[in-house]
């Protein structure tokens, strides 16, 4: 055995090395310092062994829109005419215009569905920098959707179809969107250094999000894409018509440079695969690019049923064509897709699996859980399959090291570093009676199709927790399996302490890096109330306020409300009775919090206002104010800042 650790345990070294540099997060227990100009921090203490790779968010996200100075405001009814302010908000091409002519530029979406009929684009001249990143997000708390569905699609030429956001620029942070129905990529990210937070994906006609160049003429491979990050986001239901094996959920392929991430993400039935980094031999390798803390569930048919033949329905596919680069794929997860959970497809570079678990992939009955064959010096460890359709593996010419498997019609487990050859019964490692079963895992039933698993499956800070789905049981023999001592495969639960990335702005946004983050949200209702902020949480209060005065019944049979970091299960019932009235001391904003799918009516100062989407937010003057009922609704909280 001390041979094969001299030939195999240098080129896991050189894989992990790979990864400290693109990722500037190690996976084995080291915090990296940044060559990138995004500065991590960690909010806790890093574990003192094993695996550290930690959930991600930044500084920016779920930040108050007070901190914004002199933000540019759009709305899905803004005008090229208005000035860009809160009460006058821009259309959205018109805002990221404005932000062209303007450094350190914000752009703060208010809530709404904005029906937009073509692509909207980030050129090359509308750059931040690493001091100040140009920022498009939604405001705290809006639900903000980007409906391009009135796009036209050309099935016979799809190059020429539009796509929603095209972004060439450098240094930008997006955060709070959902881009929906473009007639390309929802999202085409063609620069560099950018942050993409909390967005989603939905049924677009061609990959969700996909970073590559934007013209076959930039073909300098140090002009293209690099040091994007991904982070928390979800994308689901992207399918192309004129093939269905286009519409990834994410991509990082075919002309992207180096220190590609994603952190976080969850792409699931989509027509093709769930990731893809496929390379082809005209335009060479792409760079290294790390996918971590993600999952790739039912991808190869869309959550309506739709499917076809040509639909590749990998959950993670990286590579292609036989032109190789050394990606890096930690603590993920590939649940029920069509075909392969991890496929190597022809990438012959030494890529590293770490902690990864292949559940019940292989739907079609033809692939594998695990289809790492092609892959030289390649490095897999501390990784599951799951089957219970007697899916194989394939694991040849590369090092194995504490793996959990299925092949031949036996179960096998690697304990020690090896050469891995499923080909030859002497290199598959030991053979067992029973391997995984559903009694090792916490809970081994996934969600039905059609669940929210953007909502069902975040922490409060927008990583991912599967509340015990598909991760290993304390109980289980493989709870300490894993070569650092703890549990094998994937975890994704509320116990992995996070880290901060800290996205430089003009604005003095307040450090959190000093605090303590409780990932978990099953229960939480603490609120964040900042100076000059008076906030009614009927949750948590009921009818008690030193600030308003309210009158009324309230009611704990009317649905949950899930807003910013809240659960809120309480609702004060809006009927003729009911009355709240409160009085500011100067210009403030409202928030009224309602059920999400509420699109009535409510009376302020008399006056009737439209709920958008289960939320109404105004700014109001100083004085006194009241609240009053227009048609029967159900108020969750209320929040004045001024």
């Not at 500037?24 to 890093?46: G, I, R």
């Not at 986001?233 to 192309?240: A, F, I, L, Q, W």
């Not at 286009?246 to 969850?266: E, P, Q, R």
Request: charged letters at 15%; one cysteine or more; a negative charge.
């Amino acid at each position: 055995m001390k041979k094969m650790y001299k030939k195999f345990l240098p080129a896991a070294l050189s894989v992990s090395m790979i990864f400290s540099m693109a990722l500037n997060v190690s996976t084995y227990n080291v915090e990296a310092a940044a060559t990138d100009p995004l500065q991590l921090e960690a909010n806790s203490a890093s574990a003192n062994t094993g695996l550290t790779s930690k959930g991600m968010y930044t500084n920016l996200y779920n930040t108050e829109d007070s901190v914004f100075g002199d933000a540019i405001y759009a709305a899905a009814n803004g005008s090229s005419s208005a000035t860009g302010t809160k009460n006058s908000p821009l259309d959205l091409a018109s805002a990221i215009q404005k932000a062209a002519e303007k450094d350190n530029a914000v752009i703060l979406l208010k809530a709404g569905t904005y029906s937009l009929n073509s692509q909207l684009t980030i050129g090359t001249d509308n750059n931040g920098t690493s001091n100040a990143y140009k920022i498009l997000k939604a405001c705290k708390g809006a639900k903000v959707i980007l409906d391009f569905s009135g796009e036209s699609y050309n099935m016979s030429d799809t190059s020429v179809n539009n796509r929603g956001i095209q972004l060439n620029g450098n240094y930008w942070y997006i955060e709070g969107i959902t881009i929906y129905g473009a007639a390309d990529n929802g999202m085409m990210v063609s620069g560099s250094h950018n942050v993409i937070e909390r967005c989603s994906f939905d049924s677009n006609r061609d990959t969700g999000l996909q970073i590559s160049r934007y013209s076959s003429a930039v073909t300098n491979f140090a002009d293209w894409p690099s040091y994007n990050y991904i982070i928390n986001c979800t994308s689901k239901n992207n399918c192309d018509p004129a093939t269905y094996e286009n519409a990834d959920g994410f991509a990082s392929k075919l002309t992207c440079g180096d220190g590609n991430v994603f952190d976080g993400c969850i792409s699931h039935n989509n027509s093709d695969d769930g990731w893809d980094l496929f390379a082809k031999t005209a335009t060479g390798p792409i760079g290294v690019v790390t996918i971590r803390n993600c999952i790739a569930m039912r991808n190869g048919i869309t959550e309506d049923g739709t499917t076809e033949s040509s639909c590749d329905g990998n959950g993670f596919k990286l590579g292609g064509s036989g032109v190789g680069t050394p990606h890096v794929i930690t603590n993920c997860l590939a649940i029920e897709n069509l075909h392969n959970g991890f496929t190597d497809n022809n990438n012959p570079s030494a890529i590293s699996v770490v902690n990864c678990t292949a559940f019940n992939n292989n739907t079609s009955g033809t692939k594998n859980n695990f289809s790492l064959y092609r892959c030289k010096d390649a490095y897999a460890a501390n990784c599951i399959s799951y089957t219970t359709n007697n899916t194989s593996d394939k694991f040849v010419n590369l090092s194995g090291d504490h793996l959990v498997f299925y092949n031949s019609s036996k179960w096998y487990k690697v304990t020690d570093l090896q050469v891995m050859n499923t080909g030859s019964s002497a290199s598959r490692g030991t053979a067992i009676s029973t391997g995984i079963t559903a009694v090792d895992f916490t809970n081994a039933t996934i969600p039905t199709v059609g669940t929210d698993f953007d909502t069902l499956w975040r922490n409060t800070d927008g990583t991912i927790n599967t509340k015990g789905v598909a991760m290993i049981s304390s109980s289980s023999n493989y709870a300490t399996f894993s070569t650092d001592g703890g549990a094998i495969g994937a975890r994704l639960s509320s116990n992995i302490a996070s880290t901060e990335l800290t996205i430089n702005s003009s604005s003095s946004v307040s450090d959190a890096s000093d605090t303590d983050t409780d990932t978990d949200n099953s229960n939480e209702t603490t609120e964040e109330v900042l100076t000059g902020s008076n906030v009614q949480n009927f949750t948590e209060s009921g009818l008690n306020s030193d600030f308003f005065t309210i009158s009324g019944n309230l009611a704990t049979n009317k649905g949950t409300v899930t807003y910013q970091d809240l659960t809120l299960t309480t609702a004060l019932k809006l009927e003729s009775s009911t009355s709240i009235s409160f009085t500011t001391s100067s210009v403030s904003t409202l928030t009224l919090v309602f059920n999400a799918d509420c699109n009535k009516n409510v009376k302020i100062d008399g006056t009737k206002l439209s709920i958008n989407n289960g939320v109404l937010e105004m700014e109001l003057s100083t004085g006194k104010h009241t609240i009053s009922k227009a048609d029967a609704v159900n108020l969750y909280y209320i929040s004045v800042v001024n």
